[in-house]
Every structure is written in structure tokens, then in C-alpha cells.
């Protein structure tokens, strides 16, 4: 394997402006199987530090307020449903917008603050309906493409989708792989595909759907993740939200440590966005702590950091409340998403 | 409320301290002073008391009597008291108390978390999610135990009264390991605490007051080493078990050779952690952290010397500085800390003085940049490179956060560099491939070996050492053969001290002679496969029936052990082969033996005056212990253990290397055989010195082992003075374990100087065994003495 001599240490860059960041991944000019052909990845060994690292970290009072706002800066707030309407496109872009109520977000001493989530994750044809609704407020709007969830449309026809949601107003492209490529071990034709839906996404951001829950093994999904990057995506994500595992530790560790091996070979910064079985304020915590932990801080942000998730608003909106007031709320007192 | 908006920014962790009120008001009412535990009665009398400090904070949270040879003497006296009930209650009986004892600790789990970090300055994430579930889990395996003695373990009777001595790096955790199997098997306690760490101990004594157990069964001594050196010096104590340093362990093993106590010890080490370079290396980044970053690298069994594979040694090393930046060190109390204090002011004083020897001698400190709190006693996680085998702090156990860092080339130098310690508590091995994993796992001189992970604790699996991490084991069946005696040994009767026979280098003045039937015989010592003349070039005189002189044997001297242990040394090969092969070997024994029947006999009747029918009743025994231990070779094997789910758990049955063994003089033949047998079928190397008197059946036997196949090395026979020959096999560092059948004084001896490598050791106290009894001189226990247990645990998925 050859590798660099000395290994850069990305540094933490704790400000975060922007949800985008402003620099984007290049990828490498051809795969480079040698990056991951020979990384091991053990599961036992996984799963063990996964479990221990939500048990070595706490937060609480303001800090667990303030880690949980955070949390709420960094969702893509989502709908991916059959029955989607422009309606609830726009009802969902509204509660994006506005997660807080005011009243809360001044419990929290954050009135000046402009609290939103990450962005808003739709199907391609709700495009429009999620731009027109975000209008001016500098919030996001992603699409999922390439024949989500399963991916396997004929490849022109998924670049095309991606070529339509651009056109239509998205910021970001939440492209699904062909699972097949990583089952048979075929990294070029992987690697190929990712390039071209990256050329296809032109300025808006790619993020990779690895869709983990199908390629099985942590061996897999590092090897995937590695050629993803390579290709160019600006993000690594776990999951659609339609496999029967989707978002856990374990894998999200092998995914971040694949980012940080990345970036010591190539000098490029790739996010991360967990998606999918998340549903509590307790796991966004989980996932924030696993971030600070394997990344740094730099990717506590929305820049570097996304949670793909809708529930989870609610309960964050609940924990919060009982912070500010000592009460313990009900979901009925926070606005519908 | 501005400050959630700087959080978001900083994303800090902010403080999340565990509430102590409960250990406080706790503290507080026994400000007057804890006591010890005896008879079942809180005794605080006493006029010296000592103090223990909260580690992290420097202040004192009660003070503590100490104990001395009186209270000792009445927790004996009340242990002793209670062991004839104790013992004979049916083990249902005792299992409900187990149980119960595992219940309470549960109900009052934050309660002990929280009082074993203040007292011992470890993390309380530790204590609550490591130290205190695994206490309970000891108590429930061994009330498990408890309710199947009888069946499990017919033939054995608890030893009887038991004293403890334990350390400060795992306070309830050692007492739990020493107490749930003693009490389970049926015998009563008195258990020292660290002085450092005395107080959950004294709140374990409060449950077994609350559980109900019966008063005397357990009982609690509070105290310094002069406690402990009471302890061991009081003549009621049937067994010894200890755990803590390989210093004291060696003190205590002189203490009580010749008392016929049982011993137990579980001491230091420098474990090999191993990383091959196909490891998952993130994966072995945090073994590190759960090796010697742990409990403030306060672990016996931690890895604490890293051996990287050269060709990703750079890369390791650069992912574990960086996984160093994220450790936090801090208020052990605070459930966001990796690191706490380490335990004293002493203890820190003396990982810094090695750490700065260590610097010295040009080895290169890494250490981890967070600031450490002003008060209290910490240490930055840290480990070393460009360290050699020779450097200080690559032998010496730190017993602190700092481990060593070397690479190596290929299996065989990371074998052989692992290896290269004194100590052998533990190994850890990283590689994604099962069969270099595994062979590394089996070459590696280590009581326990975690492949792919690490420090991995639990009451099924045996835990304890190799070389001079001690002997015996604690967790699992064998466990608890610790705290057992075999009724065959307990009903030995002493032995009618006959004289002890000197053998002499030159002629005595009277002599009588059988006169010269057949051309003259020289018999030798056998030395690696050769028959070799006695280094000194001396003989003395063999007599037989009736006193007249049958022969001459060689007269051996220390060279001569030091050549047959060196020659069994090289013949490690004979470990290694199938136990079907070993058992294809020892049935040619049998049956070359078979065919010189009539000579073997004869030499019997000759040696011993015994009559035809005796010596014919003695040949068969022999020959039937031939076959008995050819079985065996192949079947006596060792456990899978249910520990964790997606684990196996290899409870391997390994030979020692090799062994000393010194036959007695009684039943030449037949004992001779009876104990080199069970050595050479588990794949041991013996070095065994026959009888004294009737040395000419052993030196008979050589031609038999020379025409069987036995390799060279593998049966070594030495004749000459007993007691010497076998004080040179007991102070020999190469000999592993060693068997002494013979007088009290000779028993004394060898303990005694078993000390030097802390040898396990198998004496027989003066007592008689009739080696013609199948009961008495064959079977399982023979094997289990002839092995050590060594637990290799193998996590798996994909």
C-alpha cells in the first residue's frame, strides 16, 4: 500500500457560516484501489468502540441544550414518501424555517440567532415546490436521485433525474450507488458511476447514498465509502431510510474514519450524514459525540455534518423545552413538521 | 443564557458530574472510624488508624484501623468457627446467599460505583459499567457453582479456612474474584483489602450482614502489609491467595513454604499487544486505549508493551497520538472522563521516576497534550518508541498509563519479542488472519490471550498467569479447583520418616556384594536422548536385597541438572506434535516395557527385596499407567466457555515446558512411571530425579524410552542425592513447574526455592501415597497439575 510519509491531522475548524462548504471534495484522477484494497475493519472491534463512545461522553444542562440546537442546525428535515404533496413540501419547508418556536428559541437565549435546519431532503419532483417555499431563506434544498431508493434505473436515465432536480433549484443531490458494483467487488465500474453523477450534479453538491444496510459487511461499506470520495461525492450517507438496518454506530464509525483516512491521503474534506432510524434526541447526541470523537470538532457542523432524519426534530423540540421550563413537555405543544 | 450560543460554536462536552451525596452521608456516618469485619461484627477498636484519600482530590474520606495480629487472630478463629457449618450446608444452601450477595450488589450498583471511584480515583464510567456488573456477574457464576459442587465436583472438599490478599487497582472486583469462588466451593474468608482502597470492601461486608451470611464466613481485616504478613504467618490458614505485585508474591511464596498451605497467586506483567499489518488498525487504536489507558493503566494484565509490524508501525504510532489528543483526564467522578487519578502519591511518584528513566535512556515520550487538574494525583496517557528489549521501562511493569512501542519484522520476532518477559498474565493479538492470529495466540507464553481485543473480563473464562505472573487461575471451572482439595490427598497419612539416605562417592568401608551373574552394567544419567556419565565422575553403590551391593548409579551434582534441563529446554518440539502422536509413542513405551518384563521384575525383586508376586504386582501397575496416560494424551482437553455472545472462549490445557520431577523413594518403579507419564502425555519435557535408593529401575527405563521413539530431550533421568539434585531443579528458571515426592523438610525446600521464577509447584509434605492404588496415584488431578490453563478468547462476525 503506499501512502504518503507523513500523514496531515485535519484540524478543526469550529466556525460554520454556511450549511455548504465552500470548498468541495476533487476526488482523485482515477480510483486508487490501493487506499482501502488492504484496510481491514473488524467487527467486533466496531462495535465495541461504538458502544463505548456514548458511554465515555456526556452532556448536560446548557451544554446538552446548546449540542442539541446544534443538532437541529444539521438535520435534513425529510419527506420521502409516496403520498408527498406540494402541500406538505411547503408545511415541512415551513417547520425547516422555523424549528423553534420564539418563544422557546428566547428561552434558550438564542433570539438573535437564526436557527434552521441543515436543509430540506425531497423527491426530484418536489423540487420546485420546496425551492419556491425556502425562498430567501438561505436553507438548502436536497433531492434525492438516480432512482432512489434502489438505483437501479438505466444509468442516463438517473443522470438525467440529478440533471433535472439541479435545473429545478437543488443545492444538493443525495445520489443511491449501485449496490451491485460494491457486492461484486467492482470499484471501477462504482468509481465510474459516482464520477459521472458528479460531473451531472455540476455545482450542487453530491452526497453518497451507500445504502449499508444492503452491502452488509464493514468491510464494504469502508471500501465503498473510499471509492465514493475518490469520485468526487461531497458526502458519504448511510442509508436511503428503506433498508432494514439503516443509520447505526458502527457503520457511521467505519464511514468517519474512512473520511479522516481519506483526508490524510488526499488533503480533501468530505462530510457525513447519517440517515434513516434515528428518532431521538439521544441519538443526534450519539451521532454529535461520534463526529467530535473520530472527526473533531469541525465536523459538528452543517457544513461537514448532516443528520438525515424527521422524528427526531420533535423530541430534540421536547428536551429542549424541558430545559428551558423544568418541565417535561408533549409533543403536541411543538408546531408539526 | 448566552452561553448555549458559545457552546454551539465550541461544541465543549461542559462538565456532567455523577452526584456523591449518597457516598457522602455514607462516609459520614462512619466518620468514627471503619472497622474491620469479623465474627460478623463491625469492630473499630484499635488504636493505630490510617487514612484513605480520594485520589483525585488529595482529602481524606475516613480513616481505617489497622489490623494486627490479634484481629487477624480473631477472623481466623471466627473463619474457623464458622467453616464446619459453612462447609457442610448443602451447596443449594450456599448458592442462595451468592445469589443474594449478586442481587444487592445490583440494587446498590451506583452506590459502589460511585465509592469505588472516590476511593480509587478511577473513571466512574469504569465502576459502573465495567468493575461493579462484572462483581455481580461473579457472584451470580458462583452461585451457580455453588448449587452444583456436589455433582461437579465429587471427590473434592472445600480447603477450609482462607486467607486473601488483594489490590488496589480493582478493589470490589478482586474481593469478588477471591470470595464468590471460595464461598461457593464451602470455605470461609479472611479477606484483606489494600490498604489504598479499604472502603468498598467494608460496604461489601454491610451486604453480607444484610444478606444475612452466616457471621464468620466471611471476614474483613483492614490493614498494611504487616496485616498481610500476619495473615499469611498464622498457622489456622489452610490457603493463601493473593494478587498483587510479583515482589510481594515472591515474599509471600517464602513466607509459607513448608506450611502446607495452598497458594494462589496472581501477579504482574508486561503484556504483549500485538499488531500485525493487517490488522484493522483503528480497531486495534482503541485495544490501546482499552489496554493501557484503562483504569489509568493500573492493570495487571494490561498491554502495555505494543509490538507494530514494521511496514505500518509509522502509520499506528501516528493513529494512536492522534487517538491520544481526544482522551480526557480528569475528575474520575465527572461520567465524561476516559483517564482518573492514579491511585497514590506514592504510585504516581513511581510511574514518573520510571517514565523519567525511560526518557534517560533515550527512549521517546509521547504523551497526551490535555492539562492535567492542579490537585490530585494524574498522569498523562502516554506511550514510548525507539524503545529496546533492554531499556528499563520495556521490562519493568509501570503500572500507570504509559505503555512501550516496538516493531518487528515477522510472526516468529513478534513470537519471539513477546515472549521475551518474565511475566506471562496476557497477550493481546491483532490480525484479520485466523491462522496467524491463532498460531500467534498459541505460541505466546500467556494465562490469557485476546485475539482482536482486549482486557476483555469475564467470570466463565479462567484468568492468571504463566512464568512469574503466578500460578492457579480465578473465573470459570478452573477457577475453582483453587479452592478445592481432592479427598484422596486430604486423607493422606504422614509418612513413617524413614532415614534419608546419602549416597556416597566412594566405597564404604563394609560392603557385601551380590556377586557378578551376568557382565557387569554402568548405568548413566539420561541427558537429551544420550546416557551420559555424571559430571562429577563419581558413582555411589546401589543396594539391594538384603543390603548387598546390586550395582552403581551415577552420583549427579548441579551440572548434571543444569545439562538435562538445558537438553529438555531444546526439546520444545515434543509440545507441539499431536497428542496422537505423543499417545502412539507412549503405547511403544508400553509395549517395549512389556517384552523386558521378566528383567524389570527380576531388577524389582533385586533392588527392593520385595517378593516375585510384588514386584510382578508393581510391574502391571506400571505398565496399565503406561496405557492409562497414552489415553489420556489425546482426550484430556480443554473447554469452550460460555462468556460473551459472538465469542468463543478457548480453554486450552497447555503443557508447562519444562518439568521438574522428583520421584520418591518408595515403589521405585511404579511411582516413577506414575508421575513422569501424566508429565510427557500433556507435552511437557521432564528432568526427573529417581529414587534415591533404587535408582536402577529408572536408569533401566532409558533403554526403553531410547527404543520407543521418545525424543531426545524429552525424558531426562538424573540419579543421585535427592534432596540436592532437587534443589537445583526448584532454583532452575528454565524449570516451569515442579513435583516433589518426599519428606516435609524436602517439601520445605522446594517451595522455597521455587521462588526465584515463582514455579508452580506439587510437594507431597511428607505424606504417603500408595502408588500401587489407582485412587491415590493416577488420573485427572495428575493431568491437571501436569497442565496450565490458557484462555484464548476469539470475538467473530463479519
Known amino acids: 500500500m503506499v501512502l504518503p510519509e507523513k500523514h496531515t491531522i485535519i484540524k ?164 443511491v450507488i449501485t449496490r451491485e458494483h460494491v457486492l461484486t467487488q467492482n470499484w471501477p465500474a462504482l468509481y465510474d458511476e459516482v464520477r459521472a453523477m458528479r460531473e451531472a450534479c455540476g455545482p450542487a453538491h453530491l452526497k453518497a447514498i451507500l445504502a449499508t444496510g444492503d452491502i452488509a459487511t464493514l468491510r464494504n461499506v469502508y471500501r465503498a465509502s473510499m471509492v465514493a470520495m475518490q469520485a468526487g461525492a461531497d458526502f458519504i450517507k448511510t442509508s436511503t431510510g428503506k433498508e432494514a438496518v439503516n443509520a447505526v454506530l458502527p457503520v457511521g464509525l467505519t464511514m468517519v474514519r474512512a473520511i479522516r483516512d ?76 | 443564557m448566552e452561553q448555549i450560543r458559545d457552546i454551539m460554536r465550541t461544541m465543549e462536552y461542559g462538565p456532567a458530574p455523577e452526584a456523591n451525596e449518597e457516598v457522602s452521608a455514607w462516609l459520614k456516618a462512619r466518620a468514627a472510624g471503619i472497622g474491620h469485619f469479623i465474627g460478623g461484627k463491625f469492630i473499630a477498636s484499635g488504636k493505630e488508624r490510617f487514612a484513605t484519600v480520594n485520589p483525585a482530590t488529595e482529602a481524606e474520606l475516613a480513616r481505617v484501623v489497622q489490623g494486627s495480629e490479634a484481629e487477624v487472630d480473631a477472623a481466623v478463629k471466627a473463619a474457623r468457627g464458622a467453616f464446619a457449618k459453612w462447609s457442610k450446608l448443602p451447596g443449594h444452601e450456599r448458592a442462595r446467599y451468592l445469589y443474594a450477595i449478586a442481587r444487592h450488589i445490583q440494587k446498590r450498583e451506583r452506590f459502589f460505583a460511585v465509592l469505588e471511584s472516590m476511593d480509587n480515583g478511577k473513571p466512574i464510567r469504569e465502576t459502573r459499567d465495567i468493575d461493579i456488573p462484572l462483581v455481580a456477574r461473579h457472584f451470580y457464576h458462583h452461585a451457580g457453582w455453588a448449587e452444583m459442587v456436589e ?42 483489602p489494600a490498604e489504598q482502597t479499604p472502603l468498598t470492601a467494608t460496604a461489601f461486608a454491610e451486604i453480607c450482614e444484610e444478606v444475612g451470611l452466616p457471621a464468620g464466613v466471611v471476614n474483613i481485616v483492614h490493614g498494611d502489609g504487616r496485616t498481610g504478613a500476619a495473615i499469611c504467618a498464622h498457622e489456622d490458614i489452610d490457603k493463601i491467595a493473593f494478587t498483587g505485585s510479583t515482589e510481594v508474591g515472591r515474599i509471600i511464596r517464602e513466607a509459607i513454604a513448608g506450611s502446607g498451605k495452598k497458594l494462589s497467586l496472581e501477579l504482574g506483567g508486561k503484556s504483549p499487544f500485538i499488531v500485525f499489518e493487517d490488522a484493522d488498525l483503528d480497531g486495534a487504536v482503541e485495544g490501546v486505549v482499552d489496554a493501557i489507558w484503562f483504569n489509568q493503566g493500573e492493570v495487571c494484565c494490561a498491554g502495555s508493551r505494543i509490538l507494530v509490524q514494521e511496514g505500518v508501525a509509522e502509520r499506528f504510532y501516528d493513529k494512536l497520538r492522534r487517538r491520544m489528543e481526544t482522551l480526557r483526564v480528569g475528575n474520575p467522578l465527572d461520567k465524561g472522563i476516559d483517564v482518573g487519578a492514579v491511585v497514590s502519591a506514592e504510585q504516581l511518584q513511581r510511574v514518573s521516576a520510571l517514565v523519567k528513566q525511560g526518557e534517560e535512556e533515550g527512549c521517546t515520550l509521547w504523551r497526551a497534550p490535555g492539562v492535567l487538574p492542579e490537585r490530585g494525583y494524574f498522569f498523562s496517557p502516554s506511550f514510548f518508541t525507539e524503545v529496546d528489549p533492554a531499556s528499563t521501562v520495556c521490562g519493568v511493569e509501570i503500572f500507570g498509563p504509559v505503555a512501550v512501542a516496538m516493531t518487528f519484522r515477522t510472526p516468529e520476532e513478534a513470537a519471539e519479542l513477546a515472549n521475551n518477559t518474565r511475566y506471562g498474565l496476557a497477550a493481546s493479538i491483532w490480525s484479520e488472519n485466523i491462522n496467524l492470529a491463532l498460531d500467534a495466540a498459541a505460541k505466546v507464553k ?40 481432592s479427598d ?172 521438574g520431577i522428583v520421584a520418591p523413594e518408595e515403589a521405585p518403579f511404579a511411582a516413577f512411571v506414575s508421575l513422569v507419564l501424566p508429565a510427557i502425555a ?67 525446600m522446594v517451595e522455597r526455592a521455587s521462588c526465584g521464577n515463582l514455579k508452580a509447584t506439587w510437594v507431597s509434605d511428607g505424606r504417603a501415597r500408595d502408588w500401587l492404588d489407582d485412587r491415590q496415584a493416577r488420573g485427572r488431578e495428575f493431568l491437571r497439575r501436569a497442565t496450565q490453563v490458557k484462555n484464548i478468547w476469539v470475538p467473530y462476525g463479519e
Not at chain 2, 489490590?167 to 474474584?177: D, T
Request: net charge neutral; with cysteine.
Open chain 1, 262 to 337: 481519506y483526508g490524510a491521503l488526499s488533503g480533501e474534506i468530505v462530510g457525513f450524514k447519517p440517515a434513516g432510524g434515528m428518532r431521538t434526541a439521544k441519538d443526534a447526541l450519539s451521532w454529535l459525540i461520534l463526529m467530535k470523537e473520530e472527526l473533531g470538532t469541525a465536523w459538528t457542523m452543517p457544513d461537514r455534518f448532516r443528520l438525515g432524519a424527521s422524528t427526531m426534530l420533535g423530541d430534540i423540540e421536547r428536551q429542549l423545552e424541558h430545559y428551558a421550563t423544568g418541565r417535561y413537555s408533549a409533543s403536541y405543544r411543538h408546531a408539526l413538521a
Open chain 1, 12 to 175: 478543526a475548524v469550529p466556525e460554520a457560516e454556511s450549511q455548504l462548504h465552500e470548498v468541495r471534495n476533487r476526488g482523485t484522477a482515477a480510483l486508487t484501489p490501493e487506499w482501502f484494497e488492504d484496510v481491514a475493519v473488524n467487527l467486533s472491534a466496531a462495535e465495541r468502540r461504538a458502544a463505548t463512545l456514548v458511554t465515555r461522553r456526556s452532556v448536560k444542562k446548557a451544554w446538552q441544550a446548546a449540542w442539541l440546537v446544534r443538532a437541529i442546525t444539521c438535520i435534513d428535515l425529510t419527506t420521502l414518501a409516496g403520498e408527498d404533496t406540494a402541500g406538505r413540501v411547503r408545511r415541512l419547508c415551513a417547520k425547516a424555517k422555523k424549528p423553534l418556536s420564539s418563544e422557546l428559541q428566547a428561552a434558550l437565549g438564542l433570539e438573535e440567532e437564526r436557527i434552521t435546519t441543515g436543509a430540506v431532503c425531497v423527491y426530484p419532483t418536489m423540487v420546485p415546490h420546496a425551492v419556491k417555499a425556502l425562498e430567501g431563506s438561505g436553507i438548502p434544498v436536497a433531492s434525492v436521485a438516480t432512482g432512489f431508493p434502489a438505483g437501479l434505473t438505466p444509468l442516463p436515465q438517473r443522470l438525467a433525474e440529478i440533471r433535472y432536480a439541479v435545473d429545478a433549484g437543488a443545492d444538493e443531490i443525495d445520489i
Open chain 2, 488 to 659: 484422596v490427598e486430604k486423607a493422606l497419612k504422614p509418612a513413617k520418616e524413614a532415614e534419608i539416605f546419602i549416597p556416597r562417592g566412594a566405597p564404604e568401608e563394609e560392603r557385601r556384594f551380590a556377586g557378578l551373574s551376568r557382565i557387569d552394567r554402568t548405568a548413566k544419567n539420561y541427558v537429551g536422548g544420550k546416557q551420559s556419565r555424571p559430571d562429577g565422575g563419581y558413582s555411589y553403590d546401589v543396594l539391594g536385597k538384603g543390603g548387598a551391593v546390586i550395582g552403581q548409579a551415577p552420583l549427579g551434582n548441579r551440572k548434571d541438572i543444569r545439562n538435562a534441563v538445558e537438553a529438555a529446554a531444546k526439546a520444545g518440539g515434543w509440545g507441539g506434535v499431536t497428542a496422537h502422536n505423543r499417545a502412539q509413542v507412549l503405547y511403544y513405551v508400553g509395549e517395549n516395557l512389556d517384552a523386558r518384563r521378566e528383567e524389570f521384575e527380576a531388577l524389582l525383586s533385586e533392588s527392593t527385596g520385595q517378593s516375585a508376586k510384588a514386584a510382578s504386582a508393581e510391574f502391571d501397575v506400571a505398565l496399565r499407567r503406561i496405557f492409562y496416560y497414552a489415553a489420556q494424551a489425546d482426550k484430556y482437553d480443554g473447554a469452550v466457555h460460555a462468556t460473551k455472545s459472538r465469542h468463543v472462549t478457548l480453554a486450552m490445557n497447555e503443557p508447562w515446558g519444562v518439568m
Open chain 2, 151 to 192: 455433582s461437579e465436583f465429587e471427590g473434592f472438599s472445600p480447603v477450609g479456612v482462607c486467607g486473601q490478599i488483594i489490590p488496589w487497582n480493582f478493589p470490589l472486583l478482586m474481593l469478588a474474584w477471591k470470595i464468590a469462588p471460595a464461598l461457593a466451593a464451602g470455605n470461609t474468608v479472611v479477606l484483606k
Open chain 2, 446 to 485: 500467556a494465562g490469557v490471550v485476546w485475539v482482536n481485543c482486549t482486557n476483555m473480563l469475564d467470570a466463565g473464562s479462567g484468568f492468571g498467569g504463566y512464568r512469574e505472573s503466578g500460578f492457579g487461575r480465578e473465573g470459570a471451572r478452573e477457577g475453582l479447583y483453587e479452592y478445592f482439595v
Open chain 2, 682 to 748: 500433556m507435552g511437557n519435557r521432564v528432568v526427573a530425579v529417581s529414587s534415591t535408593r533404587h535408582p536402577l529401575l529408572a536408569t533401566n527405563l532409558y533403554q526403553i524410552f531410547d527404543t520407543s521413539d521418545v525424543p531426545g530431550g524429552v525424558v531426562n533421568i538424573v540419579t543421585g542425592e535427592k534432596d540436592v539434585l532437587a534443589k537445583t531443579l526448584a532454583e532452575h528458571d528454565e524449570v516451569a513447574a515442579m513435583w516433589y515426592f518426599g519428606g516435609k523438610k524436602g517439601s520445605a
